[in-house]
């Protein structure tokens, strides 16, 4: 091979590799979408959201109901297409190159979606199979899978729609870890599920976290897994991420008269102002009509 032909083939390498180790494992920048209502009326449900997570990190959002975070998972998962903004999952445009990105996520949430009349078992065949996982690989793996996150294995061959949410639930958690993703997107994965079922899935959200170094997106109502999983936590309203720290340093930062609070109770206070910013906001416009 030519000299110059093989520096090129090298420095191509080069940068395949550089751009592939310094990226984050997604970046998002000024993200918005907003969805139209009734009577014409478009509302923000993502209005400039800004988050970074670095490989192997698991950052939490917590915020309250409608607040964006559904919408934001379902952004990076290419489910939902942003009016503007960026974003980038290990430095693939995820609006550009879709196709890519999905191959490096997985989402949980509680709209997962499964071939309700196929077993539990045949979902997972199916789900891995899409993901370039033969079914000679998955098999072994859906066992050992199924019995770490305290899934009852004689269930697994009955169809879907026999299953109870919680149980659909952890379904849709072993799909999602039988394909190893390199980020996972979870949407409330601990929601409706019974104490037990609850701790054995945070187990595997940490199991992920240190055996498979992939980075998480965690987004709960929960506040103590979101403090006991998460590196990072956010929160969001109205469609913005107005703080986003560790625990300890967030909670430091709404400690008064020396009591540090609690995670729920910085949530409190963070959405709360909020509120009341946004009542005050509402109020001002009345006054200039
Ligand atoms: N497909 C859609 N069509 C119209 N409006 C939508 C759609 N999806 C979301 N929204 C609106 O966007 C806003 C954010 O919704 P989203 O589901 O992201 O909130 P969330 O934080 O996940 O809430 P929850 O805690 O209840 O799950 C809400 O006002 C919601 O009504
Ligand atoms: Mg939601």
Redesign the pocket.
Known sequence: MPFFLTTLLVFLILEVIVSATSAHALDIVDLRKS???KRGES?P?LDGVDLTIARGEVVGIL??????????V?AVSTL?IPDSGRVEVFGIDAIARPREVQRMINRVSVEASFFKKLSAYENLVYGAKLYGVTTGESKPRIQAILERIGFDLKRAGEPMEHLSRGMQQKIALARALLTSPMLMLL??PTTGLDPRSKKDVQEVVRTIRTEHDAAILL?T?DMAEAEELCDRVGI?VD?RIVALDRPQPLKSRYQQNGHLPSLEEVFMAVTGSSFEEAEQRAADAEEVH
């Open positions: 969805f139209n209502k509302v449900a915020g309250p109901n409608g607040s964006g975070k559904s919408t934001l379902r939902v949407d409330e987004c109502h969001i469609g």
